[in-house]
T-cell receptor
Framework: DTGVSQDPRHKITKRGQNVTFRCDPI?????LYWYRQTLGQGPEFLTY????????KSRLLSDRFSAERPKGSFSTLEIQRTEQGDSAMYLC??????????FGPGTRLTVL | RKEVEQDPGPFNVPEGATVAFNCTYS??????FFWYRQDCRKEPKLLMS???SGNEDGRFTAQLNRASQYISLLIRDSKLSDSATYLCVVMTNSGYALNFGKGTSLLVTP
């Protein structure tokens, strides 16, 4: 499968725990994006990488959220001290340029 | 006011019907426009880009009216498999962040 992959697909955690999600973009895509989608809403942009550089992070929801893409390939999104309001689908997308974004299957987070 | 607004529906139509979805956007400087399709509990998938001249892909036609800041999607001869949520999407001035509408839910019935 040459599409965007995300791991895990589902994560259940207790409030206050830290969680980390991984995204593997399509191999030749240098742009990588993270979005969050809550029930009944469209995806909401969080952050953007071009190669290993994080070019936009002001839309991350709070300082508990951080993302990395250390070698310009896969990326991780970490949420520290999770809250119930963090429960959502976290979507990763990639693109080769300023072009169509291809989404992965998402990680569904449930915070108890 | 949200940057991209859509009627959430649901639209319930019989097979073979023609259905149209509309969307408005607030940023007149927006440059790129898309319709994505999202099946229940799945990721959004690109249905089609929307160009100023309008474009058609089989049973699907998308149109853009920049003056009115309005985007439309027309589906002809609806199939059961068209049942999904259709997301209107606008690329922001940034050139990388997509703004999504809430989506319009379509149910095609036998």
């Amino acid at each position: 499968d040459t599409g965007v992959s995300q791991d895990p697909r589902h994560k259940i955690t207790k409030r206050g725990q830290n969680v980390t999600f991984r995204c593997d973009p399509i191999s030749e895509h240098n742009r990588l994006y993270w979005y969050r989608q809550t029930l009944g809403q469209g995806p909401e942009f969080l952050t953007y990488f071009q190669n290993e550089a994080q070019l936009e992070k002001s839309r991350l929801l709070s300082d508990r959220f951080s993302a990395e893409r250390p070698k310009g390939s896969f990326s991780t999104l970490e949420i520290q001290r999770t809250e119930q309001g963090d429960s959502a689908m976290y979507l990763c997308a990639s693109s080769p340029s300023r072009d169509t974004q291809y989404f992965g299957p998402g990680t569904r987070l449930t915070v108890l | 006011r949200k940057e991209v607004e859509q009627d959430p529906g649901p639209f319930n139509v019989p097979e073979g019907a023609t259905v149209a979805f509309n969307c408005t956007y607030s940023n007149s400087a927006s440059q790129s426009f898309f319709w994505y399709r999202q099946d229940c509990r799945k990721e959004p998938k690109l249905l089609m880009s929307v160009y100023s001249s309008g474009n058609e892909d089989g049973r699907f036609t998308a149109q853009l009216n920049r003056a009115s800041q309005y985007i439309s999607l027309l589906i002809r001869d609806s199939k059961l498999s068209d049942s999904a949520t259709y997301l209107c999407v606008v690329m922001t001035n940034s050139g990388y962040a997509l703004n999504f509408g809430k989506g319009t839910s379509l149910l095609v019935t036998p």
